[in-house]
């Protein structure tokens, strides 16, 4: 079974998040890529409580979060948002890459992503593509589903 990823990123990547769930099988619950990368759907230019309240939906009805970094200068406002909701929820956050947004700076050691339940999918060596990073955060997300379903077994049975 495939993990229920919410996809977080710049509304101009939407184009490529709906192909990795239309194209590569992404099990991607984000209703927001399918609004409009040009941002012109109504909801998106004019009514943000509901995007929101749909953003926030999607987070709670996925296994995890992850979000896309595309280049080291873009910032994320929504995609933090979106984490701190997931983490709220006891959901992991997968971060793929970096950005200004999630890189320490004179004013911030960007704290949040030293939380347990923040992951980085990246490579030292190179920026990841977003098919092999979500790849690498499906496999992540579904083996702890997998050590976290045996853990509470055990907690039931008493093992532990």
């Given at each position: ?16 998040f709906k192909a990795l769930r239309d194209v590569y099988a992404f099990d991607i ?107 690498r955060a499906a496999r992540a997300i579904a083996e702890a589903s997998v050590v ?8 039931k049975m008493g093992v532990a």
């Open positions: 079974m495939f993990p229920k990823i919410y996809a977080a990123g710049k509304i101009w990547h939407a184009h490529m619950n984000s209703r927001w890529i399918d609004l409009g990368a040009e941002g012109v759907d109504p909801i998106v230019t004019h009514n943000k409580p509901l995007l929101w309240q749909m953003c926030l939906e999607d987070v709670t009805a996925a296994d995890a979060v992850v979000i896309y970094c595309d280049a080291e200068d873009e910032e994320q406002r929504g995609a933090v948002m979106e984490a701190g909701h997931a983490m709220g929820l006891l959901k992991p956050v997968f971060c793929i890459n970096t950005c200004k947004t999630f890189s320490p700076c004179a004013i911030s050691d960007v704290a949040f992503t030293h939380h347990p339940l923040w992951n980085w999918v990246r490579d030292e060596e190179r920026k990841l593509s977003a098919l092999e990073g979500f790849a976290g379903r045996a853990a509470m077994a055990d907690l």
